[in-house]
C-alpha cells in the first residue's frame, strides 16, 4: 500500500492497534450521524477467501439490472478510494476528502478505528446517493464487524479456513461462529458450503427457514478452459441459468458466482439475460487479473495457505505454467504458502514490500532455499516486476499487488 495516496489512513498513521473488538463505539457513532436506518437495501458478505468476488458478482448483477449501487471494499490494493464505490467506480478524491473533513469529530468523539471509520463513510455516501442497493464486504470475521451497521436484508458466508486464527480462533468452529455473527435472525442467509463447520454450526445458530445453503438448495457446477471460466448450470427453485461465462478466472470462482446469484435471488427477481451479462462482466482487482499478455504478468490476491493451495490446485489441472513472485507478511503463514508454490515451481522470485509488516527478505530467501527450490531469485522492489521476461504470477500479500498496481499506474503516465 503506498501511503503516500491515502487520505483517510494519514489520519490513522500509527493509531489504529491493540484495540479491543467491539460494536459499541461505531453503533454509537452511526446513531449519533443518524444513519441507524439506511433508506437502501443492503447486503452483506463474509467468509474466508472469496468474498471480495461474491461482492463483485452481486453488485454486478444487480447494476445490470437497472439498480444504482453502493459497494464497499476491505481492504484496498493501492487506491484507498477502492473501498467506496458507487455503480462500480471509485469515490473521487474530493469528495472523500470532504467526508473526512466533515466526520472527523466523530471518529475522534467516538474513537473510531480506521476499519470503522472506512464503515462510517460508506453509510453516508451510500445515503446520500440514495443508492438502491449496498453490497458491504466484512472486513474480518463478523461478530464484531462494523458492517453490521449496514442492517442487512440478505447475507452470506462464502466458507471458513484458516486466517486471522488470532482473532478468530485456532479451531474451525471457532471460526464459523465468528463468521456466522453477521446472521440477522428472520433474514436469509446464504451458506457457501454445506461442508463442516460451517454448515453444522449454522444449524445451531440460525433459524433453519433462513438458511439457503450451497448443495442442498441451489447446485452449481462448471469448468475452467485456458483463462477462461464457465458456470455451465445454475440450478435451484428461484432462480436458474446455464453456459455463463464468468469474468474472473478459477474454478473457486463458480462458487463465489453461484453464492451471489442465490443472494442477489434474496432481493430482486432475477432476469436471465441480464444475469448473465452481469457474470461475464465481472471484473474485481487483484484476483487472477491480467496485467500484461506477452509476457503474462497476472497478479492474485491469495494471501493465507487455502488461497494459494486453490490457485496452484488449478494452474497445475490446467496445465498453465507461471513462475512465482512472491512476499509474506510477519503475522501470516507464509511458510505454508511457499509450500504450496514448492510444489507448483521450481523457480521463485521473492519480493520486500514497503509496509511494516513485510517479511524481511532474507527470511523469504532462506525458506525457500530450505524448501529445495533450484533457483530463488530476489528482487529489490516491486518495480523490478516488470522487468521479468517470463510469464509469472504475483501473490502473498494484498500490500504486495497494489504496490505492482502502483508501478503499471506509473509506468502509464
Known sequence: MMVEDQILYELYKGKDYHIEPTLERIERAVDYVGLKKPSYVSLLVGGTNGKGSTCAFAERILREHGYKT?????????????????????????????????????????????????????LKFFEDEKVDFA???????????????????????????????????????????????????????????????LYPKALELCDLKDLIVAGMDFFAYGKVEGMQTYLENFSSDFFSISSAKLGLWGKWQIDNASVAIALVSQVIKLNEDKTRKALEETRWEGRMEILRKNPLLIIDGAHNPDGVKRVVHQLIKHGIKLTPVFTGLKDKEWRESM???????????LVPINHHRGEELSELIQHAQRLNFREVVPLSSARDVFGLKEDVLVLGSLYLLGEVKKCLEEKRE
Request: one cysteine or more; glycine letters at 8%; charged letters at 30%.
Open 135 to 197: 453490497v458491504f464486504e466484512v472486513g474480518m470475521g463478523g461478530r464484531w464487524d462494523a458492517t453490521k451497521t449496514c442492517r442487512p436484508s440478505a447475507c452470506a458466508i462464502t466458507n471458513v479456513q484458516r486466517d486471522h486464527v488470532k482473532w478468530l480462533g485456532k479451531s474451525p468452529e471457532e471460526r464459523a461462529y465468528e463468521k456466522l455473527g453477521i446472521y440477522v435472525p428472520g433474514r436469509p442467509i446464504v451458506i457457501g458450503s454445506p461442508k463442516e463447520p
Open 339 to 349: 509450500t504450496f508454490l514448492r510444489k507448483f515451481s521450481e523457480k521463485i522470485y
Open 70 to 122: 453502493g459497494w464497499f471494499v476491505s481492504p484496498h490494493l493501492y487506491d484507498e478510494r477502492e473501498r467506496w464505490r458507487l455503480n462500480g467506480q471509485k469515490i473521487e478524491e474530493e469528495r472523500l476528502k470532504e467526508y473526512v473533513k466533515e466526520l472527523k469529530g466523530v471518529f475522534e468523539r467516538f474513537n473510531l478505528t480506521y476499519f470503522e471509520a472506512c464503515t462510517l463513510i460508506a
